[in-house]
């Protein structure tokens, strides 16, 4: 199995099905990565030990996502000095995600974590590229085909539209 690059971790179980939008990017863009449970209210010593651990490991960029008061992130960018993107997950009980993207979001100064959108995980895997795109050029290309595939779409939309109205404007 290859090197890990970037390690996902995630609270429970039933951020799942958000947190596997940022695998699924991964696993298109042929990226090795590691996925695991770690709450870090309910098994604080697993956190800390993962956190500790990540960049011995191979991991570059941890993904964290939790829902609620979500400690997750800012406790492993506490721990470690990888850089983590926080996702904020809105749950069942949720301040209609308020609680997870401010316990995520306004972490006090010293311990950034970079917070993408509630639910955001894509983006989240999208940015631990970038980053990683940085030094290494096979990743790098790998993202320009991502945004010139962005374009592409956009390029359909325009040409659809301007097939639909005759007034369209094309500034090119
Ligand atoms: C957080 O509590 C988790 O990240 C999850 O989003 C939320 C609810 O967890 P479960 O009750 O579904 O296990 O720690």
């Given at each position: 199995m290859k090197t890990p690059l970037i390690g996902i971790v995630m609270g429970s179980s039933s951020d799942l099905k958000v947190m596997q939008e940022a695998a699924h990017f991964l696993q298109e863009q042929d990226i090795s990565f590691e996925l695991t449970i770690v709450s870090a209210h309910r098994t604080p010593e697993r956190m800390i030990k993962y956190a500790e651990t990540a960049k011995q490991r191979g991991i570059q960029v941890i993904i964290a996502g939790a829902g609620g008061a979500a400690h997750l992130p800012g406790m492993i960018a506490s721990i470690t000095t990888l850089p983590v993107i926080g996702v904020p997950i809105l749950t069942t009980h949720s301040i209609q995600g308020w609680d997870a993207v401010l316990s995520i979001?306004?972490?006090?100064?010293g311990i950034p974590v970079a917070t993408v959108a509630l639910n955001g995980a894509k983006n989240a895997a999208i940015l631990a590229l970038s980053i990683l795109a940085i030094h290494d050029e096979k990743i790098n290309q790998k993202m320009v085909a991502f945004k010139t595939s962005l374009k592409a779409k956009v390029d359909t939309m325009i040409s659809e539209t301007s097939q639909k109205f005759p007034n369209h404007f094309d500034p090119q």
């Open positions: 979001l306004q972490m006090p100064a």
